[in-house]
């Protein structure tokens, strides 16, 4: 599998020389240093280690910064690790950059959700809430019943109800590559891609 680590920056508008306007997310994607590379022969199995951004050492336990010392690279803000990646006479310390990607080609991003907090479960699951008439005043966004009272004399594990909302990972697939600008490392997506400006994403092309 081939992919880089880069970073939300915002959506924008693309036209095409037809006229065409596109909604696009504007993604910083790599430059990616390769950290590491394991083989079947010595790990069992195949991956590339990517490192992205640049991280404050004062951020960072030591022996994260023993072992980036050793390897004469800065600690990586994000690191992750590809199974199955081509190596082609990569190595450590290599760089790979978003010309990798081309204009057309279909993608998946995975993303951080925007953390919602506390919320109702007409926000967080998209209830329609009670009536509004015969006197009910305090039922317009309440989740009704929860459970039976003679049978299952319980609430049912994994009900719908009121929680935290968002901050999970999500992947969103076949999402199309619009256009590839190597000079500034900025990616154009057609539609949108989850998390918030500046958050941190992964990029997977697809087979």
């Not at 430059?31 to 490192?51: A, H, R, W």
């Not at 329609?128 to 049912?156: F, K, L, M, N």
Request: proline residues 5%.
């Amino acid at each position: 599998m081939i992919g880089l680590l880069g970073k939300k920056i915002g959506m924008t508008t693309y036209f095409e020389e037809s006229g065409n306007a596109i909604p696009c997310t504007v993604v910083e994607v790599g430059p990616c240093t390769v950290t590491k590379i394991k083989t079947e022969s010595k790990d069992g199995y195949n991956s590339v280690q990517l490192g992205f951004g640049v991280k404050r050492e004062k951020n960072a336990n030591k022996p994260i910064i023993g072992i980036f010392a050793k390897l004469k690279l800065p600690v990586p803000r994000y690191i992750r690790e590809i199974r199955n990646y081509p190596i082609n006479g990569l190595e450590v310390g290599s760089t790979v950059k978003v010309d990798i990607f081309q204009a057309g080609e279909k993608i998946k991003v995975s993303g951080i959700t925007k953390g919602k907090g506390f919320q109702g479960v007409v926000k967080r699951h998209g209830f329609g809430g009670g009536v509004r008439t015969h006197g009910q005043s305090d039922r317009e966004r309440a989740p009704g019943s929860i459970g039976g009272s003679s049978y299952p004399s319980r609430v049912w594990k994994g009900q719908r109800m009121a929680g935290r909302m968002g901050g999970k990972k999500i992947t969103v697939r076949n999402l199309k590559v619009v256009k590839v600008i190597p000079d500034s490392n900025l990616m154009l997506i057609k539609g949108a891609i989850p998390g918030a400006n500046t958050g941190f994403i992964e990029i997977y092309k697809i087979a």
